[in-house]
T-cell receptor, first 116, second 114 residues
Framework: DSGVTQTPKHLITATGQRVTLRCSPR?????VYWYQQSLDQGLQFLIQ???????AKGNILERFSAQQFPDLHSELNLSSLELGDSALYFC???????????????FGPGTRLTVL | DQQVKQNSPSLSVQEGRISILNCDYT??????FLWYKKYPAEGPTFLISISSIKDKNEDGRFTVFLNKSAKHLSLHIVPSQPGDSAVYFCAASATGGSQGNLIFGKGTKLSVKP
C-alpha cells in the first residue's frame, strides 16, 4: 500500500458527460501528479500541483482541469468526455517538488474510466 | 517523440537466472532515473532509482546501471523469481529544469518461469 488513495476505482459514463476523480496523497506529501495510461501507452503526465498551486502541465487537454485543495487532496475534472478518454488515471504524490529535488513518486491504485 | 524508450515490450526469463531490462533516453537534461514495477489492476510501485552522479545503485536483488554517454540505463534482477513477473517502467526526470514530473517509457513485461 503506497498510502495514496484514489476514488472511485471504476467509473463508467457516456460521451459528453463530466466526471471528477479524487486523490488523497500520502501523509506529508505536498506534491500531487496526475497521469493517464491509455491502451498500449505508457504513463502520460497530465498535470502537477504543489501545495495548492499548479506547478507543471503536460499533455493535458483543455477539457480537463485539476485542482489541489487546502487539505492537499486533489481532483481531476474531465468534461465533454469522448470515447478516447477511456483510460486508467493515476495519481501520484511526493514530498517535494522543484528544481534539484529527487523525485520518488508514489502512485495510487488508479481510476479506470470507461466512456461509452 | 519519445524521450524515454523501452524497446523490448516483453522478456521471458527462467527462475533463478538474471533478468536485464533496458531503457534508452534522448534528453540530456534528465538527471534522475527510476524504475517502477506494475502488477495488473494496481498502480506502479517504486523499485529503485539512480541519480546522474552515479553509475550504479543496488538494492537487494535489484541493481540499476547508468551509462550517461550512451544515454542508457538497465535494471538487473538477480536471481529472478516468479513474483517478479510484472510490467517494468523506466522513468526519467530533469530535476534541474522542470518541476520534477516523470517521463515514462512504455514498459517491458517480464515473465519469470518456474
Amino acid at each position: 500500500d503506497s498510502g495514496v488513495t484514489q476514488t472511485p476505482k471504476h467509473l463508467i459514463t457516456a460521451t459528453g458527460q463530466r466526471v471528477t476523480l479524487r486523490c488523497s496523497p500520502r501523509s506529508g506529501d505536498l506534491s500531487v501528479y496526475w497521469y493517464q495510461q491509455s491502451l498500449d501507452q505508457g504513463l502520460q503526465f497530465l498535470i502537477q500541483y504543489y501545495n495548492g498551486e499548479e506547478r507543471a502541465k503536460g499533455n493535458i487537454l483543455e477539457r480537463f482541469s485539476a485542482q489541489q485543495f487546502p487539505d492537499l487532496h486533489s481532483e481531476l475534472n474531465l468534461s465533454s468526455l469522448e470515447l478516447g478518454d477511456s483510460a486508467l488515471y493515476f495519481c501520484a504524490s511526493s514530498v517535494v517538488a522543484g528544481a534539484f529535488s529527487y523525485n520518488e513518486q508514489f502512485f495510487g491504485p488508479g481510476t479506470r474510466l470507461t466512456v461509452l | 517523440d519519445q524521450q524515454v524508450k523501452q524497446n523490448s515490450p516483453s522478456l521471458s526469463v527462467q527462475e533463478g537466472r538474471i533478468s536485464i531490462l533496458n531503457c534508452d533516453y534522448t534528453n540530456s537534461m534528465f538527471d534522475y532515473f527510476l524504475w517502477y514495477k506494475k502488477y495488473p489492476a494496481e498502480g506502479p510501485t517504486f523499485l529503485i532509482s539512480i541519480s546522474s552522479i552515479k553509475d550504479k545503485n543496488e538494492d537487494g536483488r535489484f541493481t540499476v546501471f547508468l551509462n550517461k554517454s550512451a544515454k542508457h540505463l538497465s535494471l538487473h534482477i538477480v536471481p529472478s523469481q516468479p513474483g517478479d513477473s510484472a510490467v517494468y517502467f523506466c522513468a526519467a526526470s530533469a530535476t534541474g529544469g522542470s518541476q520534477g514530473n516523470l517521463i515514462f517509457g512504455k514498459g517491458t513485461k517480464l515473465s519469470v518461469k518456474p
